[in-house]
């Protein structure tokens, strides 16, 4: 099998960046299918545009553009190619940076799909410095680094086993919809008691229904933005926005720039 060292990867290389222990790059994935193989080091995966599966031994997960995905160096794993064109985002991590950042390395287990759309957006800022690269992106991408790894760990509230049946529906309901959502409809549709569901909810998303409703469709438009060529305008409606205003001041309050400052970034 394959060991893939460090800023190897399968495909043709558009642009790298190194940082301390960090290696960013972009690839434009151009084989059909990848032998198995597995990495020298532990990576995320951000699918910009295509659709690509990945395979490791346990299961087969589809990872359309917008997909995340943390690999560690220790799983075997192929991809194929489902689309005329993909391409993805790296990040890469030397296992040095884990100790001087004193981060357990043991937490990175395994290859996870990463749903949560809070850190989705962390990572889109991280693009958007990788690809504007002037004379502050180190320092501001050191402080997003910091805040991503921090808050992998509540990727746990969609992945752990005792976690209640409804919940992992009701964050399909969310993810897969754009129509407005309240606390009534949802209850209606998942059985369970409008009480408990207020309730619990924070529990699980550290956060409201209403925030993290408008989390995903901050993540929705950001995808849109990397992957395809809509105006803001359909973007702005895809996502389920009342109108490019409210699009564009949701957007900025989240990602700390508007919808179209984040689009010129990243072209």
Known sequence: MKILTKGTYYGSMHAEQQMKGILFSEYNYLTDRTDWHYHENPYFMYVLQGNLYDVNKKRKTACPSGSFLLHNWQEPHFNSKE???????????????????????????????????KLHHILAKLYAEFKYADVYSEISSELLLSGLCENIEKERTYLFDKNPPWLGSLIEIIHENKEPFNLKSLSGQLGIHPGHLSRAIPQYFST????????????????????????????????????????????????????????????
């Not at 790296?90 to 949560?116: P, V």
């Open 83 to 117: 689309s005329t064109h993909a391409r993805g985002f790296h990040i890469e991590f030397e296992k040095s940076w884990f100790e001087k950042n004193k981060i357990d390395i043991n937490l990175w287990e395994g290859s996870k799909l990463i749903k949560n759309p």
């Open 208 to 267: 409201t229904l209403g925030d993290y409703i408008r989390q995903v469709k901050i993540k929705k438009a950001i995808d849109f933005i990397l992957s395809s060529k809509k105006s803001l305008f359909d973007i702005s409606y895809e996502c389920g926005f009342s109108d490019q205003s409210h699009f564009s001041r949701t957007f900025k309050r989240y990602m700390g720039m508007t919808p179209k400052e984040f689009n010129k970034r990243c072209r």
